[in-house]
């Protein structure tokens, strides 16, 4: 079990945290998320995690409520979040995931193959807005251990809301489909 907090005010740093907010779904089904940063923003961040092992069994999952508020700022009420969507009070956006994993029993390989899934989710609470929602299931096989692992799984996101750049998989909006191997070692 664990908690964190985290906290920011913004005062027009020159390397700042870009953060989504949401477009208010109108009746022609437009929607979706943009991109603003956290100039002019008090930023507050709570989270509280747990995870539980047993007898070949192992869940997670983590709950975060990200506060921003334009009014505890100095230059309040003129942020970018205020510019873009007219927001002059406090934000709240809302995360969380929950993921599992089962070892399978297979005779001569026990500890070794893990079936894993894994659902998660944003909400920035704008008014007619849904969210966005990933899901995702896979295999990880233990070839030594934790120190030698090959971890396969398939991913769906529905509305990306952030983006990290030019190299991204998905622009924001995108719905994507995500299908990953990697071989991870420890030394």
Do not use: C
């Amino acid at each position: 079990m664990g908690f964190h907090y985290a906290f920011n005010e913004d005062d027009g740093d020159r390397r700042t945290t870009r953060i989504p907010f949401q477009f208010p779904r109108r009746p022609s089904g437009v929607g979706g998320f943009g991109l603003t940063t956290t100039n002019g923003l008090q930023l507050h961040q709570f989270g509280v995690e747990a995870a539980l092992k047993y007898m070949g069994f192992s869940a997670t999952g983590e709950y975060v409520v990200r506060i921003l508020d334009v009014r505890g700022a100095s230059g309040a009420p003129f942020s970018h979040l205020f510019l873009v969507t007219g927001e002059d009070s406090t934000v709240a956006q809302h995360g969380a995931y929950v993921q599992v994993g089962y070892f399978l029993p297979i005779p001569g390989l026990e500890r070794q193959v893990e079936l894993v899934g894994r659902v998660g989710g944003i909400s920035v609470n704008t008014e007619g807005s849904e969210g966005t929602w990933e899901y995702g299931g896979g295999l990880n096989y233990y070839i030594h251990g934790n120190n030698v692992k090959l971890q396969t799984d398939v991913v769906k996101v529905s509305e990306v809301p952030i983006t990290s750049g030019s190299h991204s998989l998905a622009n924001v909006n995108d719905d994507a489909l995500v299908f990953r191997v990697q071989l991870q070692t420890s030394f």
